[in-house]
């Protein structure tokens, strides 16, 4: 056990199914709910995605068996207040079920409605993967598939569904571009909710200014009301890559590419972005590659600059710090190993907790840690919680409810 203010959650490995700490610990003790899930297999890749608004929580199983090996599931979990404990609500599957569909692989989750993606294949140059809204019917309670965003590209730019994001009406999907041979680009789409029929609609296209040598546009991406971020990785290319920010201008309901900022070294660069502040993840900076994670904000005139460089209080070499990231108001999520115990590879995989003092620094709190390699595959912050994902093709899959206030 670190020394406080630094405090750390430790669950023995053969306590796992049977530990519940309680949400009424103090906030200087980690709080961890190991949410309930049946399938003891390593097979479903549960907890491979994850997301969460307020009170619900969503896991991605991928690889679940369905209606068919790697058809795949989503499951949706809601919290109760009185028992203190989350519990399984629906279980979300499309109608049109195809085995190696990986259904919930990619998620997003806004209110009473969630974005999934169906992407067996990341690769090539243009599959035909989809992206599918499910909402939650207000009267029954029921979750029913509402839509599904097909491919309508012309362009060689990748594989449709490569990541999702979800806000309110609007909605975020990439293509991947050609992340292993690095010939093409992806781009980033912009969906509208009609709010009379119910259809989704393409307004934008959104693409780098940069070039491939800037990163292969259209990795993962984040959305917040009118502000859009995409990466654009290097992946295996010994070169770092860039984020763009781009902007609506609703006197013109136009985006335009307000930001390119370059030097982010990470193979696949996570990012999330949070009233107006962007974090990003770069799990191979820093002396011996320790990894960082970097906090862009906007100033009074309009900029986007850097403004704090996060770093694990104790880094360890090759410690793979910001490999996720996750944030949500004054509370930063950031996965990054630990523990290595004089060996020369990783053994155990925490996230930190990052938090933000009123003068506007952002400091280490603690680390949750389940003394696991494939903890913080995911992360989702959202308000009081955060849910953390736990996936490994050796291990079954998990994930966890942590709160963060």
Request: aromatic content about 10%; hydrophobic content about 40%.
């Amino acid at each position: 056990m670190k020394a406080n203010p630094t405090s750390r959650v430790i669950v023995a490995l053969g306590l796992l199914a049977v530990i519940v700490v309680s949400f009424t610990a103090s906030p200087a003790n980690g709080q961890i709910f190991k949410i309930p899930y049946a399938d003891t297999s390593a097979a479903s890749a549960f907890g491979v995605s994850v997301a969460i608004d307020g009170n619900r929580a969503l896991v991605g199983a991928s690889a679940e068996n369905n209606c068919g090996p790697n058809s795949g599931a989503v499951y949706v979990f809601e919290r109760d207040s009185e028992l203190e404990t989350w519990v399984q609500m629906a279980r979300l599957t499309p109608r049109d079920c195809v085995e190696g569909d990986f259904f919930g692989h990619g998620l997003s989750l806004s209110g009473n409605r969630a974005l999934i993606t169906a992407s067996g294949n990341l690769t090539s140059r243009n599959a035909s993967n989809a992206a599918y809204v499910f909402e939650r019917d207000s009267t029954s309670g029921e979750w029913v598939e509402a839509a599904k965003i097909v491919d309508e590209r012309k362009e060689e730019e990748g594989s449709f569904a490569a990541s999702v994001s979800l806000d309110g009406d609007r909605a975020l999907i990439t293509t991947s571009g050609d992340p292993i041979r690095h010939r093409y680009a992806g781009a980033a789409y912009i969906y509208e909710r009609h709010p009379v029929s119910g259809r989704w609609i393409r307004s934008a296209r959104l693409s780098g200014s940069g070039g491939l040598a800037q990163g292969v546009f259209g990795g993962n991406a984040a959305l917040d009301g009118d502000v859009a971020v995409i990466t654009s990785s290097m992946y295996y290319r010994e070169k770092p890559g860039s984020i763009y920010v781009f902007e609506r201008d609703p006197s013109t309901d136009t985006w335009h590419e307000a930001k390119r900022f370059g030097g982010i070294d990470d193979i696949l660069i996570s990012v999330d972005i949070s009233h107006g502040r962007i974090l990003v993840g770069e799990s191979r900076d820093g002396d011996h590659e320790s990894g960082a994670a970097t906090l862009y904000e906007k100033t009074d005139a309009g900029e986007w600059t850097l403004s704090q460089t996060l770093h694990p209080r104790v880094p360890y070499k090759h410690g793979a710090f910001g490999s996720e990231v996750s944030f949500d108001g004054d509370s930063a999520l950031i996965a990054g190993y630990d523990e290595q115990l004089g060996k020369n590879f990783n053994i155990d995989r925490v996230v930190y907790e990052f938090k933000r003092k009123p003068d506007g620094e952002w400091t280490q709190r603690r680390i949750f840690d389940v003394g696991a390699v494939a903890f913080g595959y995911s992360l989702a912050a959202s308000g009081e919680f955060a849910v953390i994902g736990e996936h490994s093709d050796q291990e079954p899959g998990a994930a966890y409810v942590v709160r963060l206030r």
